[in-house]
């Protein structure tokens, strides 16, 4: 019981905090499914902005964009229809992955 009572203390404290800027926010969802990640690694390195998204839904074939900045929590769900761009701290791409 008094697991349960902090774990669910632990979500309330979660939802409060706020969530880093995301500098995508707005770009549809696109592609037709089956992500292909290797069609879009000369954006590592890049800055992350909404024609960065854009482009790597495009190449990729992915039908959804989930950014990853530093320490941000993600689910571990692998969604084959899923582009993951990781971000450093100065908002550049350092990794470019499905799922």
């Excluded at 707005?26 to 954006?43: M, S, T, V, Y």
């Amino acid at each position: 019981m008094k697991r349960a009572a902090g774990m669910a203390g632990m979500l309330l404290i979660g939802a409060c905090a706020a969530a880093p800027a995301d500098p995508l926010e707005g770009i549809p969802e696109a592609g037709a499914g089956k992500c292909d990640a290797a069609r879009a690694q000369a954006l590592i390195g890049r800055t992350a902005t909404t024609e960065l998204g854009g482009e790597a839904l495009r190449l990729t074939g992915a039908k959804a964009l989930r950014w990853i900045q530093p320490g941000t929590m993600v689910t571990m769900d692998f969604r084959t229809d899923r582009l993951n761009i990781e971000l450093d701290a100065q908002n550049r791409v350092t990794k470019i992955r499905c799922g």
